[in-house]
């Protein structure tokens, strides 16, 4: 199979958030190539000159695109890189551009859950300070960047003081509206994430729980957290009855965002209760991610997770994965579920 790996230009890796390196794409280019596929790594860094370079492929049924980054800022617009390849009839792994927006606007994403009578907590959206309304959710509050992943800006406020300064400083540094979020949980709460792979009755999860530090009584994983391996720690999951909760929220969470191949939910429990935190459709890659270190605790290598995201893509297009690739997404499918991968 001919696959493309799609990133921008490189970025740093001593930014703790910046995980699509120039590290990791030789990773998963060498992953790929050991299941003999042919693999070409494309750079670009604007919509125009990605259409002059896909262009020329357009034409192959078989060639699939990797995609590390979901879209281009194009002043106060966004292009969708899958658009772009729906556009040209390019297969490639992940989810539509409507799943991707609505996953990356977090509050596209809340009005998707409370749709489908997903629990979440309750929100509300802000520009300015004189959006803020008072009573409303209570304190504390979570604060946060609508449209940012990997923890970045993530605040708490235990008052209205506190709050308008953490909104200013969010408004400013990120120049996008900031997401109001009731703060679900206590001391005692408890966060997981989980894999979602593969499509419709093939779904298979892995989990992991989030061991985050108590600070004041409250339990935030912000970008301290994130940005300290050593408080930064997953732990396996192995309560069977909480297992199959997590998964029964995590299909339909996936299912209702029309999530594809590969996606992670983050849910939190309090008092019995669970509630779906967010989705992430462009879950990260790098060393540190939780999608990659919650496949090793089934012992599920970097390799075998690259090759079942391009293998679930292929099945969905009716491609023909490699010999190799077949065999070894089918084994890694085995490691994580306890079942038999089935193709119809």
Partial sequence: MNII??????????????????????????????????????????????????????????????????????????????????????????????SVEMALDKDKAKVCFIRNKIPTSKYYVVNSLEEIRDGY?????????????????????????????????LLDRFNQPVILEEYIGDGDCREYTIDVLYNDDRRITAYAEIIIPVRDGIKLLDEKIKNDPELDKITPVSNTDLQKDLRELSLRTAEAINARDVARVDIR???????????????GLGQDSYLRRSAYFHDVSFKELMDMLVHSASIRYNLTPTKKMDEM??????KISGTDFRRY
Avoid at 269 to 283: C, D, Q, S
């Fill in 329 to 334: 997404s089918r084994w890694a499918y085995k």
């Fill in 269 to 283: 429990k309090h008092r019995n209760k669970l509630y779906v935190i967010e989705i992430n459709l462009f879950p």
């Fill in 137 to 169: 959710l209570g304190f504390p509050i979570v604060a946060k960047p609508r449209s940012l992943g990997c923890s970045a800006g993530i605040s708490i406020a235990t008052s209205r003081k506190r709050l308008e300064e953490v909104v200013i400083e």
């Fill in 5 to 98: 790996v799609l990133n921008g230009a490189v970025q740093r890796s001593d930014d703790w958030h910046n995980w699509r390196t120039e590290d990791l794409e030789n990773e998963i280019c060498a992953a790929l190539e050991e299941t003999d596929n042919r693999v070409n790594l494309i750079h670009t860094g604007n919509p125009d000159s990605l259409h002059e370079n896909l262009i020329k492929i357009k034409d192959s049924n078989k060639t699939m695109v990797l995609s590390l980054r979901e879209c281009f800022n194009e002043g106060c617009e966004r292009v969708f890189v899958s658009d772009i390849l729906n556009q040209l009839g390019i297969a490639f792994v992940g989810s539509e551009m409507i």
